[in-house]
């Protein structure tokens, strides 16, 4: 596959983030200054290890024997069928070990970790995903985890808690504001500040002060370089049209990226339309958001007219979140990635459409880039392809979800 | 001049530190938070703190979290805060500083805000997730409304970045003294003098310390190697245990009163009733 590795333009075309760790206008470091000797001391350190083939080689090595990527690129010819249009294709990171693309970025920030000297990582979690993904590296590479969650997620995602507490991370119940990911956040981002000197954060998303923006967005990367590499191989040609739910915005990123200089593909983000677009019921911050600085970066954020930050809503709670990455807030002002949004009801239709016609669960997250498959693809030709992010895998969500689709029934 | 610049000028010539206590705008209410501001200068406060609400405090700890919390459960915005601020200036000289979070002057905009902020009576601004680096706009934004700006300095701070926070600092650096956030600490960290004198010499400024002092006795050794004592955590709690009661300013300027005396005890400091 390597013959294909050189062919992306992204590189030149997207030159960000520039030196201020800014996408346009987006980004930039705002932390207490406490952190700011340690976004410096990671971003050499980052630096380095890009730079240094032993590194590249080992953390390649994992991705292959320990995470199982390449991940297949999937022909998904039951919902083509169903749907009528586009050849759909799945790009499988729920297939990835843990279920989810968040290992992709958990495992080389660990190994980053490791290599600053640093015995303990903490980390944020939503889903549950990326703390479950931080976890199983820390237990691999043998540090010490800390995971703080929502006590709200911590109900909605019960398996999660007890898989990462099965490999030995402490998790922690954040009680704080809206007791979700954004009070996640805040509380490791409080822990960081205590333990800085020999604690790493690891960051979940493509958010949050500069590198962590490009680091993960780096770590992720892999995700389209190998969808680029796959797509030729089976059909010799680039996709029309690539669809992947947005949070902070990782597992889009990561699958886009690669294909940002290539004009021909139309990019879709999902945001997480919720209940309905008032205030609080949602998540989708280019329909209902507006400039603000949240925890680190500058992008578009979910707020009141007096700046104080919004509550959020979705059935998905690794999309429940009032601020996108910056690099996202960039492709958004330049056209270059399109943004629209899914309903809960949308995505639950989706996830049991998807469960139906192929036998795959997926995670409610990736069931808002589902939604948007079902939109697009009956008004395309047929020898048009999408592909779509399959993110992460539904068995965590299969409890939350079975309370609105079947509420009669115990599960 | 500046209220702030003028008060650590006559301190620094009566070879005095400064009393900076800290309390949150809107807790328990705006009129009571202005009566604890007016009673905290009578006791002897040299700058207050006013405390800017916001729904991520990332840099708080569990007390000032919780008052942050209960002033915006009763609608407690930076406008509103500004209007509080109007009201003190109607009954107090007293140097006030803001402490807020960024978003709420980003989205205020910057140069709106500065002029507003000067016209209420507003002294100075430190925004706590604002480090000088991301901050010309604003530093400019102030100056033109003659508003002192006050960058935090960390034990993590190089004397590279002091020197950089030093340049943005008008009248003083405040110096976090510990690693994390705002709270109470049974004990000072150690080699503090040390430490407080590495950042005068890098920042070239005189150096407020904070987060963790709690005590008349840890402020009294505070006093004695820095040119500021910054008390938070410690008061906030005061009026947090007064529950509402029609004596909360009395109390927190009763405990404020023992501070002012070990910072600076040749002079009177009493509570007025």
């Known amino acids: ?411 | 001049m500046n209220r702030i610049a003028q008060r650590f000028e006559t301190l620094q010539e009566n070879k005095q530190a400064a009393f900076i206590p800290f309390i949150t705008g809107g807790d328990p209410t705006l009129p009571v938070s202005e009566d604890i501001a007016v009673a905290l200068g009578d006791v002897g406060a040299d700058v207050i703190e006013y405390g800017v609400p916001f729904t991520d405090p990332v840099g708080d700890g569990p007390v000032i979290q919780e008052a942050s919390l209960r002033a915006l459960q009763h609608g407690v915005t930076l406008r509103s805060i500004l209007g509080s601020v109007e009201r003190i200036r109607k009954r107090s000289d007293v140097p006030l500083l803001l402490f807020t979070y960024y978003n709420p002057i980003f989205v205020y905009g910057e140069a709106a805000f500065a002029r507003d902020a000067a016209a209420a009576g507003v002294d100075g601004v430190l925004c706590v997730d604002l480090p000088p680096d991301n901050a010309q706009e604003y530093r400019d934004a102030m100056r033109t409304h003659g508003v002192s700006t006050v960058f935090l300095a960390a034990p993590t701070s190089t004397d590279e970045r002091l020197a950089r926070i030093g340049a943005a600092c008008d009248t003083f650096v405040y110096y976090i003294s510990r690693l994390g956030v705002t709270g109470e600490r049974a004990a000072l960290t150690r080699n503090l003098h040390a430490a407080v004198d590495r950042v005068r010499t890098c920042t070239g400024k005189p150096v407020a310390v904070g987060f963790g002092i709690s005590t008349p006795e840890q402020a009294r050794q505070v006093a004695a190697i820095a040119e500021g004592v910054v008390v938070g955590s410690a008061i906030v709690r005061v009026i947090a245990e007064a529950n509402g009661a029609p004596d909360t300013s009395q109390r927190a300027a009763a405990f404020a009163a023992t501070l002012a005396n070990a910072i600076n005890p040749d002079i009177s400091h009493q509570v007025s009733s």
């Open chain 1, 1 to 411: 596959m390597k013959k294909y590795a050189n062919s992306s333009t992204t590189r030149e075309k997207h030159p960000w983030p520039d030196i201020h760790g800014r996408y346009g206008r987006y980004g930039g470091q705002y932390v207490p200054e406490t952190l700011m000797y340690a976004l410096g001391e990671l971003e050499t350190a980052y630096g380095d290890a890009a730079n240094d083939a032993a590194f590249q080689e080992q953390l390649a090595d994992y991705q292959h024997h320990y995470v199982g990527r390449p991940t297949p690129l999937y022909h998904a010819q039951r919902i083509t069928e169903h749907l009528g249009g586009a050849q759909v294709y799945f790009k499988r990171e729920d297939l990835a070990h843990t279920g989810a693309h968040k290992i992709n970025n958990a495992l080389g920030q660990c190994l980053l970790a490791k290599r600053m000297g640093k015995p303990r990582v903490i980390a944020e979690t939503g889903a549950g995903q990326h703390g479950v993904a931080t976890a199983t590296a820390a237990a691999l590479l043998g540090l010490d985890c800390e995971v703080y969650m929502g006590a709200e997620d911590m109900d909605r995602q019960r398996l999660n808690v007890f898989r990462m507490r099965l490999m030995g991370a402490k998790v922690v119940a954040v009680d704080a504001g809206s007791r979700t990911l954004k009070d996640a956040i805040n509380e490791a981002l409080r822990d960081w500040a205590a333990n800085v000197e020999h604690t790493h954060y690891v960051l979940g998303t493509v958010h949050g002060p500069h590198p962590f923006p490009m680091i993960c967005r780096d770590f992720q990367a892999v995700i389209g370089r190998e969808t680029r590499a796959q797509l030729t191989e089976a059909v010799g040609r680039l996709p029309n049209m690539m669809i992947a739910c947005v949070g902070g915005g990782s597992n889009a990123i990561g699958l886009f990226f690669d294909f940002l200089g290539d004009d021909s593909v139309t990019m879709v983000g999902v945001e997480a339309g919720g209940i309905e677009m008032a205030p609080g019921m949602h998540a989708a911050r280019f329909a209902g958001g507006s400039l603000g600085m949240l925890q680190g970066a500058v992008s578009y954020v979910l707020q009141d007219e007096n700046g104080l930050i919004g509550n959020t809503h979705s059935v998905s709670a690794g999309l429940d979140y009032a601020s996108v990455g910056p690099e996202h807030a960039h492709c958004f002002d330049t056209k270059r990635i399109e943004y629209t949004s899914a309903s809960d009801e949308e995505a639950l239709e989706a996830f049991q459409l998807c469960s139906r016609l192929e036998g795959i669960i997926p995670a409610l997250e990736s069931a808002h880039a589902i939604a948007e498959v079902i939109k697009r693809a009956p008004g395309m030709a047929a020898n048009d392809i999408i592909v779509m992010n399959m993110s992460g895998r539904g068995d965590k969500d299969v409890q939350h979800a079975a309370r609105f689709i079947a509420p009669e029934e115990d599960v």
